[in-house]
């Protein structure tokens, strides 16, 4: 059988998911979110089923003290993890950053390896073990759900490794996480290490043991499974795999192989599958990483047959390839969803199948746009639904507002955009030009609106198949070391375009309010 198998549902088989995409994942260069992506993300988390949560390093910034205090007042069911380096300061910042958790958890971490200690860290391996005693125990003071890590673990001497972990347990640390910090190990190696740490460390059943694995190699899930048959019972992982350099474990990759290899592996998680498919779009799009065509089970080609003998093959039993279905993990068939006929009623219930919960305000919004977008596009699929309303829902109080565009292109030039914004309520206009349509839009918005910020991406994305599908645009901004991704959605690349240029500069405006109010102004 290789459709889902049933796991054991055995309490010692339980995986906690621990999720740190807002955190591990962010510090990816380019994936900063805004604080309002980040409680969208953390809020489908939530209900997906994570049981902890990541939320940021409160130290590191203002922003991040502030995703971690939100997140931790939002989310209802999961943990909330904020995570802090081994010196007192750390610690009370992310205890501080914790208060309103239902459920709090610091996860302390400290370089246990010789190259981190000597030249990271200038400390002697005496001096670490002093500070990982003191961080647990500081912890502690905040919740009795304190993590711990020794950074770099994999390339640390294991007789030390030995000895610092049964220090964090003794000092009170419930996790201990044994990361793969430069996904250096290989699958055996890690099995062998955390053998080790439950054969040699006396108290190590005091605490569960986690896997924190970095895809360097591209064996970060290998790894991560791996640890988990030596006994973890938790994995550190992101959607999409985002993270430092080549990521961490992609959470997807991880729950569906338990999954569907249940009769291999009776570990299971308490992840609603059918929820992963939308986890990833919305992290791929808040971050503006497209996910790569044959990314396993999230990738566009993941349930896709191209050749005649493999559609052959699946139109007598889809068994005969695919070894889950793609509404397991939340792919529907492309579906023709609407016309332009559909009513509201209609339309709220299609978005509620998708998983979306809109206010009164946001769903006339929708509902409008998707009239309008029925009336232009001959066929209305799930997919140009989902389009639509993200960038309805990312949408905040917008300072600047797209009017109207018209633009020139072609060979003959020079083209040109003509281009009216509503600016807190007062209308402009100007014409431009530029080294091509998408230029001469974006000088036209930095002639009404006056910046300095740096544009980092501009991406486009086909929503849907044929020349008529609604393109999805990304536009990083930079300004002064913050980053922002806007988006916008049309079946015209031009006003997409402009839209997400747009949507990126109210975001950076509210960046702006948050660290210097009344400076809204260009
Ligand atoms: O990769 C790593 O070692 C980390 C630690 C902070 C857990 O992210
Ligand atoms: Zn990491």
């Not at 360097?216 to 994995?235: E, F, K, M, T, W």
């Not at 599958?273 to 808040?286: E, G, I």
């Not at 990483?289 to 493999?310: C, L, M, R, T």
Request: hydrophobic letters at 40%.
């Amino acid at each position: 059988m290789t459709q889902k198998q049933q796991h054991n549902g055995s309490k010692n088989d339980r995986v906690y998911i621990f999720d740190t995409t807002l955190r591990d994942g962010e510090q990816s260069p380019g994936a900063s979110m805004t604080l309002e992506e980040k409680l969208q993300v953390a809020e489908l988390l939530d209900t997906m089923g994570v049981d902890i949560i990541e939320a940021g390093f409160p130290i590191a910034s203002n922003g991040d003290f502030e995703s971690v205090t939100e997140v931790a007042k939002l989310v209802k069911n999961a943990q909330v993890c904020g995570l802090a380096r081994a010196g007192a300061k750390d610690i009370d910042r992310a205890g501080e950053a914790l208060k309103h958790a239902k459920n709090p958890r610091i996860h302390t971490f400290i370089s246990t390896s010789p190259v981190h200690m000597k030249h990271k860290l200038q400390m002697s391996p005496e001096d670490v073990m002093e500070a990982v005693a003191f961080s647990v125990s500081h912890a502690r003071k905040y919740t009795d759900n304190v993590e711990w890590s020794p950074e770099d673990a994999t390339r640390t001497d294991r007789d030390y490794l030995c000895a610092v972990v049964e220090t964090a347990i003794k000092a009170g640390a419930t996790t201990v996480n044994i990361p793969d910090t430069v996904g250096y190990t290989m699958p055996q190696e890690y099995v062998e290490t955390i053998t080790m740490l439950r054969n040699r460390v006396p108290n190590i059943d005091k605490a569960i043991i986690s896997t924190h694995c970095h895809n360097d190699l591209g064996l970060a899930v290998a790894n991560s499974l791996a640890g988990v048959q030596a006994g973890a019972r938790q994995i550190e992982c992101t959607i999409n795999g985002i993270g430092e350099r080549a990521g961490n474990a992609a959470l997807e990759e991880i729950v569906m192989a338990l999954n569907v290899r249940a009769d291999l592996m009776p570990q299971w998680t308490g992840i609603e599958t059918t929820m992963l498919a939308r986890a990833s779009k919305l992290v791929s799009a808040v971050t503006a990483f497209p996910v790569q065509y044959n990314k396993a089970i999230v990738g566009q080609n993941a349930f896709a047959h191209e050749s005649g003998i493999h559609q052959d093959g699946m139109l007598k039993n889809n068994q005969t390839y695919e070894i889950m279905t793609p509404e397991s993990v939340g792919i529907s068939q492309t579906s023709l969803v609407m016309g332009k006929h559909s009513g509201r009623h209609a339309f709220r219930e299609k978005i509620k199948t998708l998983g979306y919960e809109l206010g009164d305000n946001q769903l006339q919004e929708a509902f409008t746009r998707f009239k309008d977008l029925a009336d232009r596009k001959k066929h209305v699929f799930d997919d140009d639904i989902v389009a639509l309303v993200d960038d309805e829902v990312a949408k905040g109080i917008d300072t600047i507002k797209l009017s109207f565009l018209t633009v020139i292109a072609g060979s003959e030039g020079p083209q040109t955009a003509k281009l009216g914004l509503d600016i807190d309520g007062h209308a402009s206009q100007v014409e431009s030009t530029g080294d091509g349509p998408v230029d001469a839009i974006f000088n036209a918005i930095k002639a009404l609106f006056p910046h300095e910020a740096v544009l980092q991406l501009y991406q486009v994305h086909a929503v849907t198949e044929g020349t008529d599908a609604q393109a999805e645009v990304s536009v990083r901004l930079e300004e002064n070391g913050k980053t922002v991704t806007g988006r916008g959605a049309d079946t015209d690349t031009m006003v997409a375009s402009a839209r997400a240029y747009i949507s990126a500069l109210n975001k950076l405006l509210v960046k702006r309010e948050k660290q210097a109010p009344g400076t809204m102004s260009a």
